[in-house]
């Protein structure tokens, strides 16, 4: 998704909006539409993005993010746990018998804190990135402004389970 036009249904005063994308679009750009089967039955993605342009509710809007930035983020959500996990992993496996434990039910143990410490630091890093980072999507421009929607200002997944 390197480029995507929406519409901004909100508009918070810290700097954010949410902007409903057509994720028909989206798929269709993306290399694993064919094997991706997501719960939600919607035609319609609501994202948080970065209000960089000063849009408004109702405006029609591009949003942006690098295709390095996709990346960058991907290696930060899949390579920190599962480094953390081998490291955990190791670790119990070579302090096994210090501890009075089998080797492998220490490693699965130190394995899975690993994971677990992974996967925070993660969350912790993805809630304190800043609009500066490059890591989040923005908007970066205002197409229409006014009442001409390509999209009705409705929820796009009220009865999705995701919450997308």
Known sequence: MPQKTGLVVKTNADGWAEVITDKLDACAECTSSRSCHSDCKSTRVRTRVYNSAGAHEGDTVVIYISPSSVLKSAAILYLVPVAFMLF?????SSVATQLGMEESGSALLFGLTGLAIGFLIVRTFSTRLKTDSGLVPKIAQVI?????????????????RTGH
């Open 88 to 92: 955990g992993a190791l670790t119990g």
């Open 144 to 160: 229409d402004r006014g009442d001409n929607h390509p999209l009705p200002l409705s929820t796009p997944c009220d009865n999705c």
